[in-house]
């Protein structure tokens, strides 16, 4: 079966449905045109409630100082946040 040809392009965010109740809008459609439809969404909304707390890095003393640190690798660390969960990735 051959793929579908191109109709037309168009975006409905989040932000602009309402929960619980019945969504009935008209939306442009890129190039040209107009949809109407109605989108019913069931469920609840979590606000953003997660505040990022400020890491504090406090330097050691006495074991690890720099004498005993001189033959160690030096290494990048990126902090990515991906889907509001911190991943470490080290480059070495």
């Known amino acids: 079966m051959p793929p579908d040809d191109f109709v037309a392009n ?3 965010p989040f932000e602009d449905l309402k929960i619980g109740s019945t ?3 008209w939306v442009d459609l890129e190039p040209h045109g107009q949809l109407h439809v109605a989108i019913e969404l069931h469920g609840s ?3 953003e409630s997660h505040h990022v707390k400020e890491r ?3 330097e050691r003393t006495g074991a690890f ?3 005993q640190r001189r033959g160690a690798m030096r290494r990048k660390i990126h ?3 991906r889907d509001h969960l911190p991943l470490l ?3 070495s």
């Open 10 to 12: 168009t975006r409905i």
């Open 23 to 25: 969504n009935d809008i």
């Open 45 to 47: 909304s979590v606000e």
């Open 56 to 58: 504090v890095f406090k």
């Open 65 to 67: 100082n720099d004498r």
């Open 79 to 81: 902090e990515v946040f």
């Open 89 to 91: 990735e080290i480059d």
